[in-house]
């Protein structure tokens, strides 16, 4: 590898980075990180950082998890690639769908779609569950719902059903036929309403008056994250997921969960929708399935949904979905390597554990400092604070002050993520007790730059 002069050198010059303005990345140079290990990474200058965003929501067992290295290394060894279009499988995908059977056995998902990531996974199950209705001769229900502040990749459906403007605006216009209902925010939303109870039943009432609106035999799915992630850490209340849940069934419109960030542990459960107590009919995965370190995803299929494509003969059950690296053996065997070491060290307890110490400790900050406007959490290793800089009026913090305030943290020994005003955490799923505490010192120190 180059010398630091040369990679600062050349850093942002002769690349575009995702989710970014390319004259703003050359401007202020993103962080060169050259090093992970444990939950710890190392920048160019050789500033070890606690990784309080764990990736990107995906290294839930940390950098140093030498069973999906040893893993990926061994089946590059033996076959590092095979394809998996009609006519062929591998051994490593063959097993790993096994595995998700029963891992996603309680929630009612047994066969599994092979992707390359998250936004393969959405669009897969958008893709699906269209041709579900297609094959039971419901060709009219094409339509999709989602929420607004919801995160779903940036694939053409995926951003359609994407519910914050900033991914769409630049692209549109989007796919037509997505209505989008309020999200169950607290902090701010339509209804004036704080109470998290009472503000899923508004939601859920606005979810009903568009399925009737919309006519309910022209929409497919319904598709939300259990808790919002990237659009700031949304938790709805109980009844709110399980009341859309239960509207899908009264309209027969399915129920798509996007767990991209939240299977595998990340609430405290093994997966979001188990969390909330209900079982979807298609559900996006990716992320953690590999721990991040090889790009892999699964759309996960309910037991109904199977079973309408496979007991069809006709040409309307082929799926004519799929990528070249669908079922990639080398993410196989990774993924497999990874679901054995996440369940043997139980890391959903942990992430129950130290995320209940992380929002109690983020808590008493938020009564420290007046810019944190919301402090939203309470589900396992998802925990965002919203800052402000005028709390009366929940007005945004600028986008300088929001920036120092990252700075300020990183200088105090930790990696955070901002997106707008939110700073948002998703710490590897692995963190100490101590670590947390580590974590909260920098935020709390780290806030002051902003005032
Ligand atoms: C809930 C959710 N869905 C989909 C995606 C897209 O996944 P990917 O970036 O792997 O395409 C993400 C990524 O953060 C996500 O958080």
Redesign the pocket.
Known sequence: MQGANFLKEHNAKHLWHPMAHPAESVANPPKIVCKGEGVYITDIDGQKRIDAVGG??NVNLGYSCQPVKDAIAAQLETLPYYAMFRGTSTDAAIELSVKLRDFFAPDGLTRAFFTS??????EICLRLARQYHKIRGQGDRVKYLSLKK??????TG?AAVNGNSNFRRNYEPMLPGVSHIPAPYTYRNPFNETDPARLAQCCLAAMEDEIQFQGADTIAAFIM?PVL??GGVIPPHESFVQGARALCDKYGILMIT????TAFGRTGSWTGSRHFGIKPDLM?T??AITNGYF?F?AAMISEKVADAFESDKSALSVVFSGYTYSGHPTGAAAAIACLDETLRLNVADNAAARGAQLHDGLQAIAERHAIVGDCRGGHGLMNCLELVSDPENKTPLEKAKVAAVHEAVYEAGVMVRVSGNNMIMSQPLVISESETNDVLNAIDSGLAAGT
């Open positions: 990107l929501w990531g998250g936004s393969d996974s959405v919801g995160y779903h990749g940036t694939h995926g994250e992630g990237a996007d767990e991209v960030i996006a990716a992320k790009p995803g």
